[in-house]
């Protein structure tokens, strides 16, 4: 099993360019890769959905690239047009005003757009620091899931050992709820006819009530669900879907088996089944 909760965190240093790489991820019904990274980067991204989605099927999976540069090399221009439009903005409201002061070359630096700095960026170069970086960190970040996953594995499957030991103590009672029914139509024949008993007419009724209160299918259809469910386990590598759907199943017939019989016994049994399905279920929500 491979869980869909992880994280990661890679990072390099360099005399004049840092970069760090981060790998967050939580449960989803699908694949979601959202991507956080400097705009310039963003002829690379489908090679980082590419690189992520090789190692996740399912899960929401945010990913940070982040650069620190030291010296970058800067280039800084002066847009002249919106300086002027400025400047006669206000010298506009100073003579409406009455004011004498003219703007100064400071206010008008601290104009938008006025002053426009844009840092030169080698794509590639950046995109080659940043490879590496990402390269290990999703690779953390699989070995985080899959560790997670067997922590979570090994508390689904114990849980699994629950229901069927549960499953088990049902089945003892099987003959026991087959006989009660037996006796009490027995039992009511006696206190309408006496001894005056058609047999016929009680093996009749007694075979149309087993037909509908014995436990027997539903137990048949729960071993099989679970024997299913295990098989997945060990062979589907992210079995999370298919076991949300035999978890359905399962839930279905302990219900059954616990609308069907009144003995204490079983209806005790009945609820540890399905309070140990609800934390297989629960646990399920985080497998791929």
């Not at 560790?147 to 009672?173: A, P, Q, Y």
Request: charged share 30%; net charge negative.
């Amino acid at each position: 099993m491979i869980s869909m909760t992880g994280y990661a965190y890679r990072e390099k240093t360099g005399e004049d360019l840092s970069a760090s790489v981060e790998i967050k991820g939580c449960n989803s019904r699908y694949l979601d890769i959202y991507i956080n990274q400097p705009p310039w980067l963003s002829a690379f991204e489908s090679r980082i959905r590419e690189i992520i989605s090789a190692r996740c099927g399912r899960g929401k999976v945010e990913v940070f690239i982040r650069f620190r540069e030291h010296n970058a090399p800067v280039s800084i221009s002066i847009n002249k047009n919106a300086a002027r439009a400025y400047f006669d903005a206000l010298n506009d409201i100073a003579k409406e005003f009455g004011i004498s002061e003219k703007p100064s070359l400071s206010v008008l630096m601290e104009m938008e757009n006025v002053i426009e700095i844009e840092k030169k960026h080698d794509d590639e170069r950046y995109w080659q620091e940043v490879l590496p970086l990402l390269n290990e960190a999703a690779q953390a970040f699989s070995m985080e899931r899959e560790r997670e996953g067997k922590h979570t594995e090994c508390d689904i499957l114990s849980n699994l050992r629950i229901i069927e030991s549960s499953l088990e103590t049902v089945s003892s009672f099987v003959p026991v709820i087959e006989k009660t029914l037996k006796d009490n139509i027995r039992s009511r024949f006696t206190e309408l006819l006496g001894s005056q008993i058609d047999e016929n007419r009680v093996l009749a009724e007694t075979a149309s009530l087993l037909l509908k209160y014995t436990i027997s299918e539903e137990i048949s259809r729960l071993v099989s669900h679970i024997g299913e469910f295990k098989k997945e386990t060990e062979k589907n590598p992210r079995p999370g879907k298919k076991c949300d759907f035999l978890c359905q199943e399962i839930n279905r017939e302990i219900n059954t088996i616990g609308s069907k019989s009144a003995i204490l016994e079983v209806s005790a049994e009945v609820v540890k089944m399905k309070e140990a399905l609800e934390n297989i279920r629960e646990q399920l929500r985080n497998i791929e």
